[in-house]
């Protein structure tokens, strides 16, 4: 396996499962994570579990308000960053060229920097104006993955549709995984 260093953002949107499966299954990785203040609230909320318990899956942790941590600097070298669940207030700001957070800076970094960059919206039904901003960080090579699972893998559980989407997630990081298979066609 080739060890990846990777920033991963935490937002406040809801779906903190996401984050949690993706860094569980990035052991072995340096993995600095930047989470918001809404992000710590929904965690707790959705999981029951505390804020502390994803932040020992990371090698780094940072506080969102940290606008001078070393992850926001064109300087700091990473292969991806991921922001998960993305809240759709965070990519607007992504978008719109707004960086007033340690998360927005990191992905002003990773634009200017054409760093690999993945973006996991959660959020339903979208508003031309979400919709727009999409298009506008897919223009400018971000990768827009929301969370929509298949059903052609059959999922029996709720677990097995987060599995299907971080899948999706590693596999645009170069991260080979068998979280579910694949199509094969009908």
Known sequence: ??????????????????????????KGHE???????NSSKVFT??????????EQLATNSYDDSDLGA????????????????CSISTLS????????????RVASVALKERRKFVVVPRETPLSSITLENMLKLSVNGVSVLPFMPAFYTKPKSVEDMV?????RVLDHLNIENDLTSRWSGM
Do not use: N, Q, W
Not at 17 to 25: F, G, H, M, P
Not at 70 to 79: C, I, W
Not at 163 to 167: E, P, Q, S, T
């Open 1 to 26: 396996m080739v060890r990846k260093k990777l920033v991963v953002g935490v937002t406040g949107a809801s779906g903190s499962v996401l984050a949690y499966r993706l860094l569980k299954l990035l």
């Open 31 to 37: 993995v600095h994570l930047i989470m918001s203040e």
């Open 45 to 54: 909320f959705e999981t029951g579990k505390e804020v502390a318990e994803l």
């Open 70 to 85: 070393r992850v926001s600097s064109g300087s700091f070298l990473f292969d991806a960053f991921v922001i998960i669940p």
């Open 93 to 104: 700001k992504i978008a719109s060229g707004i960086s007033d957070s340690l998360i927005t």
């Open 163 to 167: 599995d299907f989407v971080i899948g």
